[in-house]
């Protein structure tokens, strides 16, 4: 089974500073999918970006850009120039490779973000 | 484009009731997955439908069932309620052409009283 730790329940950072996420993982899956969700006070989940396991280059979205370091099972979220509506919690995700139809999610426990204006 | 569509919002039941919750997939997707979130915590798998059929199941329990129609949306149906099962239900669809690409609705806050 997977497991994905998130060891930051909170975090602040002052709007337009550079905050960076946590996330590790457990498996010993080698073909997988890794996610940042984000989840507003709408408690719609958004996903916020998406790495592949079989890439090495890091996944970049705008503002957000990951920090993805397979040996070390680690997957990180940095966010530049934070905003106002960065506010929220943040979900880290794992899924394995399956055939369609057979994939779930994995959740961490998440991470509260606030930006301070 | 209308993305998920979850209903109700909120719903209040007494233990031992019955809830159905509903979920209709963006337009375009034909697959749908349930999670429960509990408060305070990260969502937890419930179960996922395609071609009408559940394909993969959680850890939860047989009072946990599901129903997939012809036209993609979901049900999501929990029999005797605990109060343990008070709980965010979210619902995220997506499509065979979608490279692992979920779309969450907005959930349906249930509370077990």
């Known amino acids: 089974a997977q497991t994905v730790t998130q060891s930051q329940p909170e975090m602040s950072v002052q709007e337009a500073e550079t905050v960076t996420l946590s996330c590790t993982y457990d498996?010993?899956?080698?073909?997988?999918?890794l996610f940042w969700y984000k989840q507003p006070p709408s408690r719609q989940m958004i996903l916020v970006i998406r790495q592949e396991a079989y890439k090495q280059q890091n996944a970049t979205e705008n503002r957000f850009s990951v920090n993805f370091q397979k040996a070390a099972k680690s997957f990180s979220l940095k966010i530049s120039d934070s905003q106002l509506g960065d506010t929220a919690m943040y979900f880290c995700?794992?899924?394995?490779?399956?055939?369609?139809?057979?994939?779930?999610?994995?959740f961490g426990t998440g991470t509260r973000l606030t930006i301070i204006p | 484009d209308a993305g998920v569509t979850q209903s109700p919002t909120h719903l209040i039941k007494t233990r031992g009731q019955q809830v159905t919750l509903r979920c209709s997939p963006k337009s375009g997707h034909d697959t749908v997955s349930w999670y429960q979130q509990a408060l305070g915590q990260g969502p937890q798998f419930i179960f996922q439908?395609?071609?009408?059929?559940?394909?993969q199941r959680g850890n939860f329990p047989d009072r946990f069932s599901g129903h997939q129609f012809p036209n993609y949306s979901s049900e999501l149906n929990v029999n005797a309620l605990l109060l343990g099962d008070s709980a965010l239900y979210l619902c995220?669809?997506?499509?065979?052409?979608?490279?692992?690409?979920?779309?969450f609705g907005s959930g349906t806050r249930l509370t077990v009283v």
């Open positions: 439908y395609y071609e009408e059929e559940e394909r």
């Open positions: 995220a669809s997506t499509s065979r052409g979608i490279p692992r690409g979920y779309t």
């Open positions: 995700a794992f899924m394995k490779h399956e055939n369609f139809g057979n994939e779930k999610l994995t």
């Open positions: 498996t010993s899956e080698n073909n997988y999918y």
